[in-house]
């Protein structure tokens, strides 16, 4: 039962109403309006959240309205979990665990109610580890005992799967459209990881602006060139979008098509880990990001803690598990979201008066009205499938650039990418046998679990 608000000060960090161990913030009550999040939500969320579609119609069968019903009822859950839980992170997709998941259940499981099965499973799965972890408080100390070529091969493995899709299995896509979908992926390169770019943000403000904005330029510079090379069409559409949520949750839900088979989870149960390690290094990034804006903001205090923050994600995804398995969409931390508000946050009480508030505006206090709008979705339908390329790819180059300092020694270095291959390419019961071997009786590794528990240290992955 959530009781009486813990503060009158609706800047101060627990205001709100306190339940159990989390705090539920009422939308312009508790978190306050900041347009500038806002307007920006609407635009470089809005563009990115649709990216699912093209793989909810290709490898799940579902038409483009049940696809938008879908990725409502996902995005609806994930956004007001934050209104919710009250954590201090903008929540997103497990990115790294995107290409490893599509990959596992399209070369596994045959097209139809199973494939949402097994992302019920995995949502479950994902769910019951968080849930154990938290509380028995073996988070830090299990993470801490994983060998460095093990953390790293999990991301290189996530990189390798994302080029796999990108330029191989659906290589298509640069076939009809190759054009916008290679200046996509050049504009997106260049103003998300170019080292001459990035040093001139720094002298020039317009050029940091374009920046924050994520996939949006290559989005644009898609539909731009798409248009003039004859390979992009728009088709508006006017008025309100119904999405036929009892249709698609006829299709979905396990309370419709039937719950996993016990063996499901044990075949997801290695991937579920893998997407649980993924986790915890997007919390520890959080967190070092808070705590680093942190004296900035000493009249906003924030409140990190893992195990609560655990039990948040474990409750969100069971609920999402029933009405919208989505599992990639089961993340703690969008990352690129998380650092542009606290960018914002950490200038001032004038541009955002506590940082509950900025995150709320950004995703819309919890409510993606964008899947109700015709005009807006027949803006983002033609540059779907560009989209999905360009996440995917820009995975890859992330993921390459997180996992590549993990590693010190060439030989760690050679394991790590053996299991990388090993989880992209194989089922994860094989890769999971190769990574044991690799790191035992190859690299050396020996778990010292009394030694990690004696000095728990956070993930540096």
Same mark, same amino acid.
């Not at 109403?17 to 939308?27: A, C, D, L, N, S």
């Not at 199973?114 to 408080?137: D, H, K, N, Y």
């Not at 060998?147 to 990108?166: E, M, N, T, Y």
């Not at 001139?200 to 602006?209: C, G, I, M, N, V």
């Given at each position: 039962?959530?009781?009486?608000?813990?503060?009158?000060?609706?800047?101060?960090?627990?205001?709100?109403?306190?339940?159990?161990?989390?705090?539920?913030?009422?939308?312009?009550?508790?978190?306050?309006?900041?347009?500038?999040?806002? /307007?920006?939500?609407?635009?470089?969320?809005?563009?990115?959240?649709?990216?699912?579609?093209?793989?909810?119609?290709?490898?799940?069968? $579902?038409?483009?309205?049940?696809?938008?019903?879908?990725?409502?009822?996902?995005?609806?859950?994930?956004?007001?979990?934050?209104?919710?839980?009250?954590?201090?992170?903008?929540?997103?997709?497990?990115?790294?665990?995107?290409?490893?998941?599509?990959?596992?259940? /399209?070369?596994?499981?045959?097209?139809?109610?199973?494939?949402?099965?097994?992302?019920?499973?995995?949502?479950?799965?994902?769910?019951?580890?968080?849930?154990?972890?938290?509380?028995?408080?073996?988070?830090?100390? $299990?993470?801490?005992?994983?060998?460095?070529?093990?953390?790293?091969?999990?991301?290189?493995?996530?990189?390798?799967?994302?080029?796999?899709?990108?330029?191989?299995?659906?290589?298509?896509?640069?076939?009809?459209?190759?054009?916008?979908?290679?200046?996509?992926?050049?504009?997106?390169?260049?103003?998300?990881?170019?080292?001459?770019?990035?040093?001139?943000?720094?002298?020039?403000?317009?050029?940091?602006?374009?920046?924050?904005?994520?996939?949006?330029?290559?989005?644009?510079?898609?539909?731009?060139?798409? /248009?003039?090379?004859?390979?992009?069409?728009?088709?508006?559409?006017?008025?309100?979008?119904?999405?036929?949520?009892?249709?698609?949750?006829?299709?979905?839900?396990?309370?419709?098509?039937?719950?996993?088979?016990?063996?499901?989870?044990?075949?997801?149960?290695?991937?579920?880990?893998?997407?649980?390690?993924?986790?915890?290094?997007?919390?520890?990034?959080?967190?070092?990001?808070?705590?680093?804006?942190?004296?900035?903001?000493?009249?906003?205090?924030?409140?990190?803690?893992?195990?609560?923050?655990?039990?948040?994600?474990?409750?969100?995804?069971?609920?999402?598990?029933?009405?919208?398995?989505?599992?990639?969409?089961?993340?703690?931390?969008?990352?690129?979201?998380?650092?542009?508000?606290?960018?914002?946050?950490?200038?001032?009480?004038?541009?955002?008066?506590? $940082?509950?508030?900025?995150?709320?505006?950004?995703?819309?206090?919890?409510?993606?009205?964008?899947?109700?709008?015709?005009?807006?979705?027949?803006?983002?339908?033609?540059?779907?499938?560009?989209? $999905?390329?360009?996440?995917?790819?820009?995975?890859?180059?992330?993921?390459?650039?997180?996992?590549?300092?993990?590693?010190?020694?060439?030989?760690?270095?050679?394991?790590?990418?053996?299991?990388?291959?090993?989880?992209?390419?194989?089922?994860?019961?094989?890769?999971?046998?190769?990574?044991?071997?690799?790191?035992?009786?190859?690299?050396?590794? /020996?778990?010292?679990?009394?030694?990690?528990?004696?000095?728990?240290?956070?993930?540096?992955?």
């Amino acid at each position: 039962m959530m009781n009486k608000p813990v503060s009158d000060n609706p800047n101060a960090r627990s205001s709100g109403w306190r339940w159990g161990p989390f705090t539920f913030r009422v939308p312009f009550l508790h978190l306050k309006f900041v347009p500038s999040q806002f /307007v920006q939500g609407v635009v470089v969320a809005s563009a990115t959240s649709l990216i699912m579609a093209p793989v909810m119609i290709g490898y799940f069968g $579902l038409s483009f309205e049940e696809a938008l019903a879908l990725l409502m009822l996902a995005n609806t859950v994930l956004c007001a979990s934050f209104v919710v839980f009250g954590e201090p992170f903008a929540p997103g997709m497990l990115t790294p665990a995107f290409p490893l998941v599509l990959t596992f259940i /399209v070369s596994g499981y045959p097209e139809g109610p199973e494939r949402f099965q097994v992302m019920t499973a995995l949502s479950l799965s994902l769910a019951g580890i968080a849930l154990v972890f938290s509380l028995s408080g073996l988070s830090r100390r $299990l993470i801490s005992a994983l060998p460095v070529a093990l953390k790293a091969g999990i991301i290189f493995g996530a990189a390798i799967s994302a080029l796999d899709r990108v330029f191989i299995k659906d290589a298509a896509l640069f076939e009809s459209h190759p054009v916008s979908a290679i200046t996509a992926l050049l504009v997106a390169l260049l103003f998300t990881f170019s080292a001459p770019v990035q040093a001139l943000r720094t002298r020039h403000k317009w050029l940091d602006s374009i920046c924050c904005l994520g996939l949006l330029p290559g989005f644009v510079a898609a539909a731009v060139v798409g /248009v003039i090379a004859g390979e992009i069409q728009f088709d508006m559409r006017w008025g309100l979008f119904l999405p036929p949520v009892a249709e698609t949750l006829a299709k979905v839900s396990p309370l419709s098509i039937g719950w996993p088979p016990a063996t499901m989870y044990l075949e997801v149960l290695p991937l579920a880990f893998v997407a649980y390690v993924i986790l915890f290094g997007d919390f520890v990034t959080g967190t070092e990001m808070i705590h680093n804006a942190q004296p900035a903001r000493e009249d906003d205090p924030v409140d990190t803690n893992f195990e609560r923050s655990q039990i948040a994600v474990a409750l969100r995804n069971a609920v999402s598990a029933v009405f919208a398995p989505l599992f990639p969409y089961q993340g703690v931390l969008w990352t690129g979201v998380h650092a542009v508000v606290i960018q914002t946050w950490q200038r001032g009480q004038e541009k955002m008066s506590n $940082l509950h508030s900025g995150i709320g505006s950004y995703y819309g206090f919890g409510l993606p009205l964008i899947y109700l709008c015709w005009p807006w979705i027949s803006l983002i339908k033609p540059i779907m499938a560009i989209a $999905l390329m360009l996440t995917l790819a820009l995975t890859a180059f992330a993921c390459i650039m997180v996992a590549a300092p993990l590693v010190k020694k060439p030989l760690e270095m050679v394991c790590a990418l053996v299991i990388g291959f090993m989880l992209a390419m194989f089922d994860v019961w094989t890769a999971l046998g190769a990574a044991i071997f690799l790191l035992v009786c190859i690299n050396g590794n /020996v778990p010292r679990w009394r030694k990690s528990a004696a000095t728990p240290q956070p993930a540096q992955d």
